[in-house]
């Protein structure tokens, strides 16, 4: 069992240094900085003696850790002279911070909008509404952002959005999609952040967690014009309802407000939108562990979408290959992959719990169920350290989980079955929990057959 155990430690260090190079305050704390007199962010300079204030606002699961790199970046006078700011971030991400106040627009595990983050997103609407020309607003978005920073428009209440969310994310609708809708029923999504300041600049950091890194979808892009429109908003309700299923006041509102999309009134010189991190960079650097510690490593990209339960059953299908054929190579490999696949929810009067990389690890163990997991680990993460509405960020299998969930007459089909893999894999030792990890770049998985050949 060593060599096994010494893989299943291999899999969780290449995943976690994939994770350090997505590390938000590190992220924001690069690409900013005082020079001369001025304040560099991504090389765009703001001559301190033209600036009266600096304004950071933001919302995401990495806020705090960009705040914290903010901070950090423009020092202690710049800080104590010119900076105030507000973020949203769930409630288990508040961390010291000297002049940006974190704001706990949720509970943790709890992935809707609430009225602590209405609280929230209204007092940024406000903060930005006092800027003038001589004013610099600073934008920190991250993956989570768009529950984090409910805005209702008029006439949709909380509940509404949140009936709307819920629906949607339980029938598979995509993050696209999901985000479409949001944007169409906010007062501060799609652009109406950039719309509400008067700020002589405006420019957002980044940090992506949704595939091909598109602006006006990450967090709903606050600070990008939104391309879409009431009627595609309604194209996506009908698509995964029914009238029924949707609150009237949705339905009403989309109605009348008229086909065209949004847009902000800040022209492009005023807007600056930068991605700072994504999850090539996690992928880039996880394969450069792996590499260190002797694998032959395989990218598959940072662009797979498709349903978890199909990309575990292909990892655990790419791993026999390398395994007993040496295809498409030789072992010691390593198998990686990111993005962000989705989980359809059956409907069940069972209790459930579970998150899409638990559904990635389960399913993969159940392919390997009869063949066995000899050499061979997968490991399935969220980066942020949250998958689903759980303490773990996914789960990792491996010969010890299989013959755990053996001794126990425990198959993964009967959770699977009702996207219950929680209990499963806690009760076999297969969960991942890292705890909040203050970044987010969408998910990591890493697949490793055979012993590496050297370790640092």
């Not at 579970?354 to 997968?378: C, F, M, P, S």
Request: proline share 5%; glycine share 10%.
């Amino acid at each position: 069992m060593e060599r096994v155990s010494k893989l299943r430690r291999d899999a969780e260090s290449i995943w976690q240094a994939g994770v350090d190079a997505v590390d938000s305050e590190r992220l924001v704390a690069s690409v900013a900085g005082i020079d001369a007199g001025s304040l560099t962010i991504c090389d765009h300079d703001f001559p301190l003696i033209d600036i009266d204030r600096i304004v950071v606002v933001g919302t995401g699961k990495a806020g705090a850790g960009m705040a914290a790199g903010f901070e950090r970046a423009v020092g202690e006078d710049v800080l104590r002279e010119k900076v105030t700011g507000w973020i949203n971030v769930p409630a288990d991400c508040l961390r010291p911070l000297e002049k940006i106040h974190l704001h706990p627009a949720r509970p943790a595990g709890h992935n809707e909008p609430t009225a602590a983050g209405v609280e929230g997103a209204l007092q940024i609407l406000e903060l930005v509404s006092t800027l003038g020309p001589r004013d610099l607003c600073v934008v920190l978005i991250s993956g989570g952002g768009s529950a984090l920073l409910p805005a209702p428009a008029e006439g949709i209440s909380l509940e509404d959005k949140q009936a709307v969310t819920r629906l949607l994310m339980h029938s598979g609708a995509t993050i696209d999609e999901l985000n479409c809708v949001r944007k169409q029923l906010s007062r501060i999504k799609g652009g109406q952040l950039a719309r509400a300041t008067a700020a002589g600049h405006v420019i957002s950091l980044i940090i992506s967690d949704v595939i091909g890194d598109p602006l006006d979808v990450i967090a709903s892009g606050p600070t990008v014009a939104d391309p879409s429109t009431p009627a595609d908003a309604l194209a996506v309700l009908r698509k995964h309802a029914t009238d029924a299923d949707v609150p009237r006041s949705v339905f009403d509102y989309l109605n009348r407000s008229g086909n065209s999309p949004n847009d902000t009134h800040c022209s492009e010189s005023t807007v600056s939108n930068n991605v700072i991190g994504n999850n090539a960079t996690a992928l880039e650097a996880a394969a450069r562990r792996a590499t260190e510690l002797g694998y032959h490593v395989h990218s598959q990209g940072s662009e797979n979408a498709g349903e978890a339960r199909e990309t575990g059953r292909q990892l655990a299908v790419s791993c026999v290959a390398i395994r007993d054929e040496g295809q498409p190579l030789s072992p010691p490999a390593c198998v990686i992959s990111g993005g962000e696949p989705i989980v359809h929810l059956v409907t069940t009067d069972q209790p459930r719990k579970g998150g899409r990389n638990q559904e990635v690890a389960a399913a993969a163990l159940e392919q390997l169920w009869d063949d066995g997991l000899r050499e061979i680990v997968v490991l399935a993460g969220g980066t942020d350290g949250e998958d689903g509405p759980t303490d773990a960020a996914g789960g990792v299998v491996d010969a010890d989980v299989l013959a755990s969930a053996r001794r126990q007459d425990l198959h993964p089909a009967e959770f699977l079955a009702v996207n219950n893999t929680y209990p499963f894999l806690e009760r076999t030792g297969g969960l991942l929990i890292t705890g909040p990890t203050h970044t987010n770049v969408m998910d990591l998985r890493v697949a490793l057959v055979g012993e590496p050949r050297s370790s640092s």
